[in-house]
Each structure stands twice: as C-alpha cells, then as structure tokens.
C-alpha cells in the first residue's frame, strides 16, 4: 500500500537531510505507530505519503514515495486525496469551514460524492466520535479536544482507504482518546483501512499497533518492527514498559493487563513502602483564589461557582474531559476571556485591572495554541523581544530555551518548528518574566518523552522555588510525575479536589499505568517504585 525506496528530504538551508535514504513497506489494512524525539522529521515522514513533501513544504526529495500504485513525485496530494485522508497536529489549520456539521462534509463535496452518502456519513461519523451534540457549534467555539475530533471526523467521513494521523490524540481526555483509537482499530480491522499515526502518547497507543517505525532523527537510519521487538531496546517507551524492563519481565508487557499478570511479585515485594514524595514548601500563603466563580459564554455557563485556593511552591493539575471548563479557568486566572462572575485573585489584585507589565510579571500563561504568541521571524529575534518585554538581563530567554530544547537553532523561523519545538519557546518567553504563578494549557502536546521529563523538572526547580503552577492536562503521567494536587471538572464544576495519589488512584479514568498496574497501592511513576527498589536491596 505504501512504498518508500531509497528516500531522502532535505529542507532549503538545512545542513543535512531530515529523512536519509529511507526504505520500508507498509501492507494494506495494518496501524502503523510512527515514534521519534520532538523534531526528529515523524512529520515529514508522514507528509511524505500524502506528497505534501515536497510539492508544498518546499526541499528536495529523493527517492520514491509509492502510495496504491501512485508515485507522490507525479500525483500531488489533490491526486491523492481520494486514497489518503490527513489529520495535521493542529486542527484549526485545516479547518475551512465554520460549523462542525458542514466541516465534516466538505471533504466528501470536494469529492463529487452524492448527497444521500454525505448525509448517512455525517451521522456515522457524528455518532463514532460522540460528536452529535455539537452538530451545530461553531469551530471557534469548540475546546482544543473537541476541535482534534472534528478534525479526525473530516477525514474519516471521506472514507480513505489511508489514514495518516499526526498526534491524534494530544489534545484529547482519556476517554474520547480510547473512543478515538477504538473507531481507528475497527477501521484496520473491519474496513482494512491502513492507519499510519505519530504519537508521542505511547501508552495510549502502542499496545493496538501492528508496526512500530522509530524515526531516530538527525538523518539517521529509521527502524521499523514489531512493537514487542522495537520497545525492547527504545529510547523512548511508555511506563509500562520502562516498569517491565525495571523488574526484568519476559516477555516485555505493552499493555496494563499483561504486565497486571505479572506485577504479583513486586506487588508483595513493595508491601510497606512508602512513595518517595516531593517536598512542598511550607508556605500557606495562597497567592491565587478564585471564589464562587461563574464564567459564561453567552447563555451557558462554562464555569458554575467554582472555588479554588493555589498556595506559593504548589502543582495544581486540572483534568477533566474536552470541554470541561479547564481552559476557561485558566484564561480567566489571567484576566482575559468574558467577564467573570465572582472574584479572582493574584497576589491580591484583578488580574484585569492589572497593566500589561504587571500582569506579566504576576501570572504568565502558555496557552493551547502557543503559535499565537510568535510574531518574529527568527528564534534569537523571539527571544530578545522576549527579555524585553520582561524588563529581564539579556539571553534569559534563549538561555532558558538552551535547557529545554537544545536542538532549536537561532536562525530558524517559529513557524517551523515542530509544536512541541513552539510550545517550548513560547514556555520560556513566559518563564523570562519569572511570574509567581505559572499557568499552562496542554503543555506536553507534541512532547517526547525526555522533553517532557525536562520540562516537569523545570516545573518542579520552579515549584521549589516558590511559584505556583496550575496546569490543565489530559496526560496523567505527567500529573502522575509533577502534581501535589489534582482538581478534576466536570461540566463547569469542580466535582474532585485532593492529594494526587488519592484522587488517581481511584478514577479508572485518570489513573496513570504503575498505578493501574500495582492497584490497590498507591504507587504513581516508574521512579518512585526504582527509588523504593533501592531502598529494599540496602535495607536487606
């Protein structure tokens, strides 16, 4: 179904190849797992199938791409559209119409197909991706998750026999991503639909994939095997792998149920250890309130008498399904979004009768779509605007993103970057002012695994350091790893409020993989059972 022979993309002014001399095949009616470091070129791998590269990113591809028969250096992607349906990492850009009932057809009109198949589409698809109560919402309207499942819809209603998904399921809750991964099985499986997906979510996914293409980066060799074979020897795999390797377990589990059937031994083996916990500065002082908060869109209210307390050195996590209120707290929190009900505190002040240079030298926000805070044109013009607007010594910034993104080279234009490459720019634009309340809105959308593990470290020297974190997130190993306390929204309502291992631990939902492996104890992250594992070897 798809054939790579010998291919090579390089960029105009890059040094070396984004993909070097790549050759694979990937069969008919198979989900391939796409997995590589932030900026590694898994996105130029899939736009390559498509013949989005190079006939509109621009460079030089050599080789040849081999889609049904079709050579992408002949057929542009207009002349694949009828085989291969593309879901891009950010859904607004390929959104072109208005309401979510109309974006779902337009691709099927552009087809020529008739209006009796549009219309039964509409509704399968409407209902596959629990999308029917939002027939008629305006896009702009819908929350970040909710715009990635309209996304998805779009193409999925074309009924391509290829789908390339890249990072489906970043901005998605728990439960719409199962959904989402369940309607893309029943497709391979049933309809022999070929899915090729990159995600960095690997505990999601993995465990479904029939293949696994390791995209190495820096124009090295790329891998492809079977996911057993390929996550034995990753540089990056999902907890319940990095606890199979931890506690020598053969063969390697992939999922939460295999590795369940043979947690027994740790299980007894960890009886009467406690998880090694971050230290809280003892700081009561809270330096963020909301009080009986209401936030409305029009008539419906996003938000109903919501209270929260945030103290200086806390990582609150806010977690909910897609249009919970998460997004909406955090906007308010930072003065903007429709006028409130309630009262909102920063320090003591209306975060909307703060000036700009106050307010941003008091709560600093990293929103969903970090693009919208780029205006240069290179990365080292980015940062000194940066330091400047933050009043702050010159270089903070590019100092700052030195730490979390190493890769990112000063000459390039943000519109470039990979979105886990933006997210962490604009990150560190916000952290120049050093605010002492730091909000972020889906900050590990398009992250690695190691660039997300550098990013909770960042967040906790900051905690340490006595700023207040508050983060509205889906990806519970990051809440597993980072957060003190957990608040969970459901409907504009805050419905749970505690100690992060006592509310994950008890949500199906929200529980990360160690602790749904070594329930009923409270073990979080693979670190802290290796850290307890230690602890036994020398106690004994």
């Given at each position: 179904m798809i054939r790579f022979e010998d291919v090579s993309v390089t960029y105009p002014g890059a040094d070396r190849p984004t993909l070097a001399h790549v050759s694979l095949h990937i069969p008919e009616g198979e989900l391939v797992l796409v997995v590589g470091r932030t900026g590694s070129g898994k996105t130029t791998f899939l736009r390559a199938i498509n013949g989005l590269v190079p006939h509109f990113t621009g460079g030089t591809l050599k080789g040849r791409v081999i889609v049904d028969g079709r050579d992408t250096a002949t057929h542009p992607p207009r002349e694949l559209a009828d085989v291969v349906g593309v879901v891009p990492q950010d859904p607004m850009s390929a959104f072109v119409t208005d309401v979510v009932e109309d974006e779902l057809a337009y691709g099927m009109e552009s087809l020529g197909l008739p209006a009796d198949t549009m219309r039964r589409r509409v509704e399968e698809t409407l209902d596959l991706l629990g999308l029917a109560d939002l027939r008629g919402r305006a896009l702009r309207t819908l929350s970040g998750g909710q715009r990635q499942r309209v996304a998805i819809g779009a193409v999925l209603a074309a009924h391509p026999r290829i789908l390339v998904l890249d990072e489906p399921t970043s901005a998605l809750d728990p439960g719409a991503a199962e959904e989402v991964l369940a309607a893309?099985?029943?497709?391979?499986?049933?309809?022999?639909?070929?899915?090729?997906?990159?995600?960095?979510?690997?505990?999601?996914?993995?465990?479904?994939?029939?293949?696994?293409?390791?995209?190495?980066?820096?124009?090295?060799?790329?891998?492809?095997?079977?996911?057993?074979?390929?996550?034995?020897?990753?540089?990056?795999?999902?907890?319940?792998?990095?606890?199979?390797?931890?506690?020598?377990?053969?063969?390697?589990?992939?999922?939460?149920?295999?590795?369940?059937?043979?947690?027994?031994?740790?299980?007894?083996?960890?009886?009467?250890?406690q998880p090694r916990l971050r230290a809280v500065p003892e700081d009561d002082r809270p330096v963020a309130t909301v009080d009986d908060l209401t936030v409305r869109y029009g008539v419906n209210a996003a938000l109903s008498h919501v209270d929260l307390s945030v103290?200086?050195?806390?990582?609150?996590?806010?977690?909910?399904?897609?249009?919970?209120?998460?997004?909406?707290?955090?906007?308010?929190?930072?003065?903007?979004?429709?006028?409130?009900?309630?009262?909102?505190?920063?320090?003591?002040?209306?975060?909307?009768?703060?000036?700009?240079?106050?307010?941003?030298?008091?709560?600093?926000?990293?929103?969903?779509?970090?693009?919208?805070?780029?205006?240069?044109?290179?990365?080292?013009?980015?940062?000194?605007?940066?330091?400047?607007?933050?009043?702050?010594?010159?270089?903070?910034?590019?100092?700052?993103?030195?730490?979390?993104?190493?890769?990112?080279?000063?000459?390039?234009?943000?519109?470039?970057?990979?979105?886990?490459?933006?997210?962490l720019l604009v990150l560190c634009i916000i952290l120049a002012a050093r605010p002492p309340v730091l909000l972020l809105d889906e900050p590990t959308r398009g992250l690695d695994y190691?660039?997300?593990?550098?990013?909770?470290?960042?967040?906790?020297?900051?905690?340490?350091?006595?700023?207040?974190?508050?983060?509205?997130?889906?990806?519970?190993?990051?809440?597993?790893?980072?957060?003190?306390?957990?608040?969970?929204?459901?409907?504009?309502?805050?419905?749970?409020?505690?100690?992060?291992?006592?509310?994950?631990?008890?949500?199906?939902?929200?529980?990360?993989?160690?602790?749904?492996?070594?329930?009923?104890?409270?073990?979080?992250?693979?670190?802290?059972?290796?850290?307890?594992?230690?602890?036994?070897?020398?106690?004994?």
């Open positions: 893309l099985q029943r497709l391979v499986h049933d309809l022999g639909v070929t899915v090729v997906l990159a995600e960095h979510r690997l505990e999601r996914v993995v465990q479904y994939a029939d293949q696994v293409i390791v995209v190495p980066g820096e124009g090295r060799p790329i891998l492809q095997g079977t996911p057993a074979d390929m996550m034995r020897s990753a540089p990056i795999a999902p907890p319940v792998v990095e606890l199979g390797r931890l506690a020598g377990w053969h063969p390697l589990p992939l999922s939460v149920r295999d590795a369940r059937r043979a947690a027994g031994p740790l299980r007894d083996l960890l009886v009467g250890q103290r200086a050195g806390e990582v609150v996590a806010l977690m909910g399904r897609n249009g919970a209120g998460k997004s909406t707290l955090l906007h308010a929190l930072v003065g903007v979004g429709p006028r409130p009900e309630g009262d909102i505190r920063v320090e003591g002040r209306d975060p909307r009768a703060l000036p700009g240079s106050a307010l941003l030298h008091s709560v600093g926000l990293v929103p969903q779509e970090p693009s919208d805070l780029l205006e240069a044109s290179t990365i080292a013009e980015e940062c000194r605007t940066a330091d400047r607007d933050a009043a702050c010594e010159p270089g903070t910034t590019r100092a700052l993103l030195a730490l979390m993104a190493p890769e990112i080279d000063d000459r390039m234009h943000p519109r470039d970057l990979s979105e886990g490459q933006r997210l190691p660039t997300k593990a550098r990013l909770a470290q960042v967040l906790t020297d900051l905690a340490g350091a006595g700023h207040a974190i508050v983060l509205a997130t889906h990806d519970v190993e990051l809440v597993a790893d980072l957060a003190d306390r957990v608040v969970i929204l459901a409907d504009g309502e805050v419905v749970a409020d505690g100690r992060t291992a006592r509310v994950v631990t008890s949500s199906p939902m929200f529980a990360p993989q160690v602790a749904k492996i070594l329930s009923p104890q409270e073990w979080l992250t693979v670190e802290q059972v290796a850290d307890a594992l230690v602890s036994i070897e020398e106690a004994g």
